[in-house]
Structures are given as structure tokens and as C-alpha cells.
């Protein structure tokens, strides 16, 4: 199964371009790689980083907001969600400056 099938499947939406789910794909990659210090994804980050496209998607329409009340309910929305972050400190290359 491919990345897209599988991102598709876990959003639960079969409506969504496939350019649209590979953008996310690929920023969800490219934030990864900014965030652990790593020129290649590795194997076991693979589930991270279909995880990580599905709350940028989920996000988008959010751009720039950290949080919003509309009708009695409030969204926020943290920077890296802690779980995601918690599964990419194990790979986080240390920084010598």
C-alpha cells in the first residue's frame, strides 16, 4: 500500500486530490528532517510522518492561528503535537555550535 492510500485511508476521505496529500507528504517529510537534524528519513519514521501530514491537514484553513472560539467552542492548536515530538527526540541529531 502506498503512502497516499494509506494517508487517504487514515483521514477517512477519498475526495482529496493526490497532489494535495503529496504536498502534505512532503512537508510533513521536510519538517521532520528540519526537526531531527537528518538528511533521510528513516524506516521507523514512516508511520510519524503519515501522522504528522494528517494534523497538517487537519490544520489547514489555521495558518498563523493559535487558537479560535466560534459558538462556545474553543480549537486550540500546539506547535508539534507532544507525541509526535516525543517519537522524534529519539532521533534528534545533536547540534555542535
Not at 494535495?20 to 528540519?34: K, N, Q
Request: include cysteine; charge should be negative; proline fraction near 2%.
Amino acid at each position: 500500500m502506498t503512502e497516499l492510500e494509506k494517508l487517504r485511508r487514515r483521514l477517512g476521505k477519498t475526495d482529496l486530490e493526490d497532489a494535495l496529500l503529496t504536498d502534505l507528504l512532503e512537508d510533513a517529510e521536510g519538517y521532520i528532517l528540519a526537526y531531527t537534524g537528518l538528511t533521510e528519513l528513516p524506516q521507523g519514521l514512516a508511520g510519524t510522518k503519515l501522522e504528522l501530514a494528517c494534523v497538517l491537514h487537519n490544520r489547514m484553513g489555521m495558518q498563523g492561528e493559535t487558537g479560535h472560539a466560534e459558538g462556545g467552542i474553543s480549537v486550540t492548536a500546539e506547535g508539534l503535537p507532544e507525541n509526535i515530538r516525543l517519537v522524534l527526540n529519539r532521533y534528534r541529531r545533536a547540534r555542535v555550535v
